[in-house]
């Protein structure tokens, strides 16, 4: 299961390897909040163990996230 969401400013972000989504289409999420849970690992990930994609897009070309990240 995945989620993509508009960041707003050209940028899109992309959650993927969710057993259940928390938000619903074209709803506004808030900092902190609840986007889904972690699914169980396929047979192609049980080394790793569980674990969530994640990519960004800007202009819905891939970026570094390190690179927009504050801390």
Do not use: W
Request: hydrophobic fraction near 35%; charged fraction near 25%.
């Amino acid at each position: 299961t995945t989620i993509r969401m508009d960041l707003g400013h050209g940028f899109e972000m992309v959650c993927g390897q969710l057993s259940a989504v928390r938000v619903k289409e074209g709803q506004l999420v808030n900092k902190g909040e609840l986007l889904g849970y972690v699914a169980e690992p396929s047979k192609y990930y049980v080394v790793e163990g569980p674990n969530v994609y994640f990519q960004l897009l800007k202009d819905g070309n891939p970026v570094n996230p390190l690179e927009y990240i504050k801390e």
